[in-house]
C-alpha cells in the first residue's frame, strides 16, 4: 500500500470520527457530566464496538453483514430508544430540586457502566458494518494481497477513531474543569439534550 494512499485513508478516519453521531453524543454528554474518566471510558467500550464491527467487515463476514442488514430496523430502533432513555433519565435528575452535581457523584467510579454504555451504542448502528464494507476497499492496492491490507486498515480506523475521540474527550474535560462551579446544571441539561439528539439521530438513519 502507497503512503499516499496510507495518508488519504488516515485522512478520511478523522473526518468520520469527526462527524456528530450517536457515539459522539455519549462520549460527549458522559464527559461534560462526569469527568475525563467517564469520558475515556465512554471511548474505551466505543472502541470496542467498533472494533467487533471493523473486524466482520475486514473478515468479510457475509453473513453476519447480511444478518445485521436484515435487523437494522431492529438494532437501530433498540440503540435509538436507550440513547433517549438515557437522556430522559438525566433531563429528570437535572429537574430535580437541588440535585445539581448530584448525578456526577453518584457515578463516581462506575467505570464499567460507561465502558458498557459506549459498546452498546456503537453496536447499535449497524450501519457502521455495512458502510465499513463497501468503505475498507476503496482503499486495496489490487497489485498486493488484500487480506494484510484489511487488517492494517481495520488497525488504523479503529485506532484513528479511538485518538480522535479521546482528544475532544480531554477537551472537553478541561472545559468542564474551569465551568463546572458556575454552570453544571445547565451542562448536564445540555448533555441530556445531547443524548435525546443522539437518539433520534439514529431513528431517523435510513439503511
Not at 45 to 59: P, R
Not at 148 to 165: G, S
Not at 167 to 186: D, N, P
Request: aromatic share 8%.
Amino acid at each position: 500500500m502507497s503512503i499516499d494512499l496510507l495518508i488519504a485513508f488516515i485522512a478520511a478516519c478523522v473526518l468520520l470520527a469527526l462527524t456528530p453521531g450517536p457515539a459522539m453524543s455519549l462520549i460527549i454528554a458522559n464527559t461534560t457530566s462526569h469527568g475525563l474518566a467517564a469520558g475515556l471510558w465512554s471511548v474505551a467500550g466505543n472502541t470496542l464496538g467498533f472494533s467487533l464491527l471493523v473486524t466482520g467487515a475486514a473478515l468479510g463476514m457475509t453473513s453476519v453483514m447480511v444478518l445485521m442488514s436484515e435487523w437494522f430496523d431492529v438494532i437501530r430502533w433498540a440503540g435509538a430508544i436507550y440513547l433517549v432513555w438515557l437522556g430522559v433519565t438525566r433531563l429528570r435528575q437535572v429537574l430535580k430540586p437541588g440535585n445539581a452535581g448530584a448525578m456526577a457523584k453518584s457515578q463516581v467510579g462506575q467505570s464499567r457502566v460507561w465502558f458498557l454504555q459506549g459498546t452498546a451504542v456503537a453496536l447499535s448502528n449497524p450501519k457502521v458494518m455495512l458502510f465499513l464494507g463497501a468503505f475498507l476497499p476503496q482503499f486495496i492496492d489490487p497489485t498486493l494481497a488484500p487480506g494484510p491490507q484489511l487488517a492494517l486498515l481495520a488497525v488504523i480506523f479503529v485506532a484513528t477513531l479511538t485518538v480522535v475521540d479521546a482528544g475532544y474527550a480531554g477537551l472537553i474535560a478541561r472545559a468542564r474543569r474551569q465551568l463546572q462551579r458556575r454552570h453544571l446544571r445547565t451542562m448536564e441539561g445540555a448533555t441530556a439534550g445531547l443524548l435525546i439528539a443522539g437518539g433520534l439521530w439514529l431513528a431517523l438513519a435510513r439503511s
